[in-house]
């Protein structure tokens, strides 16, 4: 089981840098992954998202690289900024659900 | 752009009382979520709905909860006798087709005294 109130892991990158954050999945049959974006108090926000039939997807400064081999999922962005400070969840949608588990989350800290 | 919307933005209420937090999903989209996020920790699942109905649940949502969709545009979730330990921020979703985006409202914070 998970310990309650659960200390974020902090990714500090430095302006114009690269960030790369990590989540390891539960489920072997989720078919389809988010990345989400969310900043303090506000709701999630989607970035982008990658079936189980690839490995691989780029959207504008984000990659997400999907292994389904050792259930795990990254986001990696490119020249990150200070608007990119944030807390950032991965979450699946199980095969034959209609829930997205959200996984623990990160945050980014972006030092100017 | 299209956005979920909520209602409202903060909510505070006695244990025992009954809330309705609400929700106006996209308006083209079919299936409608609840979650909620306990401060500092995951977003976790509530409830779907889809074709006036309950597709799936989580344990959390026991008894003392329900949702509705009143209308064409409105999605609500009711809580009955509100406890201290549902105090959180609760989102609402709601997606296009299942296996799809889910778009997330701007939440609701619920504080139970």
């Known amino acids: 089981g998970e310990s309650v109130g659960l200390h974020l892991p902090t990714l500090s990158v430095q302006e114009g840098d690269n960030s790369i954050i990590n989540c390891a999945y539960s489920?072997?049959?989720?078919?389809?992954f988010i990345w989400y974006k969310q900043e303090s108090g506000k709701g999630p926000q989607f970035i982008i998202d990658?079936?189980?039939?690839?490995d691989k997807r780029q959207g504008q400064r984000v990659t997400v690289l999907l292994n389904k081999t050792v259930k795990h999922l990254s986001l990696q962005i490119a020249a990150t900024q200070p608007g990119d400070s944030a807390v950032y969840f991965c979450?699946?949608?199980?095969?034959?659900?209609?829930?997205?588990?959200f996984g623990k989350g990160t945050k980014l800290s972006v030092i100017p | 752009e299209p956005e979920v919307t909520q209602t409202p933005s903060h909510q505070v209420t006695q244990m025992g009382q009954e809330v309705i937090l609400r929700c106006v999903p996209i308006?083209?989209?079919?299936?409608f979520y609840w979650y909620r996020q306990i401060l500092g920790q995951k977003v976790e699942f509530l409830v779907s709905?889809?074709?006036?109905?309950?597709?799936?649940k989580s344990e959390i949502f026991d008894d003392q909860f329900s949702v509705e969709r009143p209308d064409g545009s409105n999605f609500t979730l009711k809580i009955r006798s509100t406890k201290l330990e549902d105090s959180a921020m609760y989102f609402c979703?709601?997606?296009?087709?299942?296996?799809?985006?889910?778009?997330f409202g701007p939440g609701t914070r619920l504080t139970v005294l």
């Open positions: 489920n072997s049959a989720s078919d389809y």
């Open positions: 308006s083209n989209h079919l299936y």
């Open positions: 990658i079936r189980s039939n690839m």
């Open positions: 979703a709601s997606s296009a087709d299942r296996g799809n985006e889910q778009f």
């Open positions: 709905f889809y074709n006036n109905e309950i597709s799936e």
């Open positions: 979450a699946e949608d199980g095969a034959g659900s209609y829930q997205l588990t």
